[in-house]
């Protein structure tokens, strides 16, 4: 099986709201995550996925407290001949890999 990790990594203060839209991916939890920040720390927010077709790229969008123009989106391709067992993972980026998200 072919699974990729998305992460979301998150600072600031007060609870918010992650929702994670997928294309070619499979959420294995709830599409939203409620975080709750507190001031000087980072929290993340983690989706466990399943690939749904290894000839196709997948796309994650996350997007914070419902706030579309504040997205974040992170793709990939299932590159490995005969799959892995072991998770991909991907972090909601544009550059460098880890994005923050500061409310």
Known sequence: MNWVVLRVSAEGAGRHTFTMRCDNLTLKKPD????????????E??????????????????IPDGTLSERRE????????????????????????TRTYRP
């Open 74 to 97: 992170v793709t990939g391709s299932e590159i490995v001949p005969g799959g892995s067992d072991a998770p991909s993972t991907g972090s909601i980026s544009k550059a460098p890999p």
């Open 45 to 62: 927010a983690v989706w466990h996925t399943h690939v749904v077709s290894q000839k196709t790229p997948w796309v994650g969008v996350a």
């Open 32 to 43: 939203k995550q409620e975080i709750n920040l507190t001031s000087g720390g980072v929290r």
